[in-house]
């Protein structure tokens, strides 16, 4: 790797609060906050002015700001006619179901991803996104090269405190670039769905992640190279990927060692002997700083998943959330089927025995048709193989993975990148994306200052204090799902494929498609599949 990546990482504010605001229509300096059963899970920035926290109980909030808006998540169950449906929120009947919120976030990728199909990105979680914008900052300096203008102003920006800009330095010109970018790229969000985010500019995404926390809501900070050195001296559980068992684990190691500064008086070695060559390296590199990850597109989830828990339940009761779960699965996999054209190939089961606290599972092939009845009836028999460790149960977990794409639409695929890669200029795997290494323009500029570039270590590939947990699944737990990290060609056919698609008022919802029948081209592509195709 040579010259200086521009990494933007954008993290929408309050995400929750601010599609609620949407959907009803509440303005903004209402406060508002999501309830989950009894507790708070997003809370808007005016509710935050006037002290309350997503740690605050119900009560504790009201007191605190008596014209706080209360909305709970959708929450699902059995409705008197045996089929889900929305239901008043009670623990011990219904479920929670984050589809708004799914919505909502795929709503603003294909924003992102309309505003330029030449961005890399890398979904970090449901509200976060990772962009590697270093091609286009290019596109636009080669632009400037040849006679064209490029404006260097970074005043809509914070820029981290205690550092400053150097205008004549090329690692700072490509962060002011990248942060006009950046803005043009959240105003397009904006506009397109209405929805705010913070975001962070800097060289990798450890420096982006930390700079898009550092003045939210609706701002965004740079963090120059200049200023690294000051930073690496916070608390180094606030590192992503360092705030859960890796964090841990070198607490108990180095209990003496409090900030990422501390952590830089451990020689390479040391941390190598403690905890691997891989992760030693990787925490080596972390502390200062200067961890050069890869932004890997990954827009497809490797798994979908329904579950609930629950109090010790006997049969009775695990079959009567298997319904449920089955239903909210059979529509999680439709939805999939008309977005990416794809179908999982197993169904698995996870029930948790209440005597022992264990998880078991069983799986089996997906059914031909993934209809709730059909989940349900494969779901009993799974149950039945492990009910005997499993009785009585207080989790339930149906999920969907390991997905096939349609046949058909992989020779499209084919067809598209051999199109797009003959097309001049083009570099094949990055379609549009011109071959411009930034190497070339650091040796036009010779005359320049330059700063150091930032070479390390890429992270080990499980981290084993895994990062901020991802999406939330089901009863607020934030375990999150796995993301499928695709290959460039497969985020450029997604990337293809969903450019069409219609605006945030057309897909705000799972049932409004549904209801006004519309399915994407690749929905009705994939419905019309011969019968031996199927699954
Ligand atoms: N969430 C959840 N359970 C939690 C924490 C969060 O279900 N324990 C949900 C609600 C949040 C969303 O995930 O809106 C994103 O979480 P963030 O931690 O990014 O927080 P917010 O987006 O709400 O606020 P901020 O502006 O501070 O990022």
């Not at 105003?187 to 926390?213: C, F, P, Q, R």
């Not at 690294?228 to 209990?255: F, R, S």
């Not at 994306?433 to 070339?440: D, E, Q």
Request: charged fraction near 25%; glycine fraction near 8%.
């Amino acid at each position: 790797m040579g010259g200086y990546k521009v990494i933007l990482h954008l993290d929408l504010d309050a995400f929750y609060a601010q599609v609620e605001h949407r959907r009803l229509g509440i303005d903004r300096s209402v406060p508002l906050a999501v309830q989950q059963w009894a507790g708070l899970i997003a809370v808007n920035y005016a509710a935050r002015s006037r002290g309350v926290g997503r740690f605050c109980d119900i009560q504790e909030a009201k007191s605190r700001c008596p014209d706080l808006k209360l909305v709970h998540v959708e929450t699902i169950g059995n409705t008197s006619d045996g089929r889900m449906g929305g239901v008043a929120a009670n623990k011990a009947t219904s479920k929670a179901c984050l589809n708004r919120y799914r919505s909502a976030s795929t709503e603003v990728l294909k924003a992102m991803q309309r505003f330029s199909d030449v961005l890399l990105i890398e979904r970090a979680s449901i509200d976060e996104w990772y962009i590697d914008a270093t091609a286009l900052v290019e596109e636009r300096l080669e632009g400037v090269e040849e006679g064209g203008s490029c404006s260097l102003d970074w005043r809509e920006s914070h820029v981290c405190k205690g550092a400053s800009l150097n205008a004549s330095l090329d690692c700072d010109v490509r962060l002011i670039v990248g942060a006009k970018l950046c803005k043009e790229i959240r105003d397009a969000v904006k506009a397109e769905t209405e929805y705010e985010m913070s975001a962070g500019i800097s060289h990798n995404k450890m420096l982006s992640k930390l700079a898009s926390a550092m003045n939210k809501p609706n701002m965004q900070t740079i963090v120059p190279s200049s200023a690294v050195e000051a930073l690496m001296d916070l608390d180094y559980t606030e590192i992503n990927g360092l705030g859960g068992k890796l964090g841990e684990k070198l607490k108990t190691l180095y209990p003496n060692l409090k900030t990422s500064r501390d952590l830089q008086t451990i020689g390479q070695e040391d941390l190598a002997r403690s905890l691997g060559q891989k992760t030693g390296a990787w925490i080596h590199a972390l502390c200062r700083g200067e961890v050069d990850e890869p932004v890997k597109p990954n827009l497809l989830p490797k798994s979908l998943n329904a579950c609930k828990s629950f109090p010790a339940s006997p049969i009775e009761q695990v079959h009567k959330w298997l319904l449920i779960l089955a239903e909210e699965l059979a529509d999680r996999i439709e939805q999939d089927r008309q977005d990416f054209a794809r179908m999982p190939r197993f169904l698995v089961l996870h029930a948790r025995g209440a005597v022992h606290f264990r998880d078991h599972s069983s799986q089996s092939p997906m059914p031909k048709s993934a209809t709730r009845d059909r989940l349900y009836e494969v779901g009993l028999k799974l149950f039945e193989k492990i009910q005997g460790e499993c009785l009585p149960c207080s989790r339930l977990a149906l999920g969907a993975n390991s997905f096939v794409f349609d046949q058909k639409d992989m020779k499209k695929m084919d067809t598209y990148f051999v199109a797009s890669a003959s097309e001049p200029g083009n570099s094949g795997a990055l379609g549009k994306r011109k071959n411009i290494g930034t190497s070339a323009l650091v040796e036009k500029k010779k005359g320049k200052a330059q700063c150091k570039p930032f070479f390390a270590p890429a992270a080990p590939s499980k981290q084993p204090g895994g990062c901020r947990a991802t999406e939330s699944e089901g009863e607020g737990s934030r375990d999150g799902i796995d993301l499928n990290a695709v290959d460039i060609s497969q985020q450029k056919y997604i990337l293809s494929m969903i450019k069409g698609a219609q605006g945030p008022a057309a897909n705000s919802s799972a049932s409004k498609r549904k209801s006004s029948g519309g399915q994407s081209n690749l929905g009705q592509f994939f419905a019309t599949r011969s019968s031996s195709q199927d699954l």
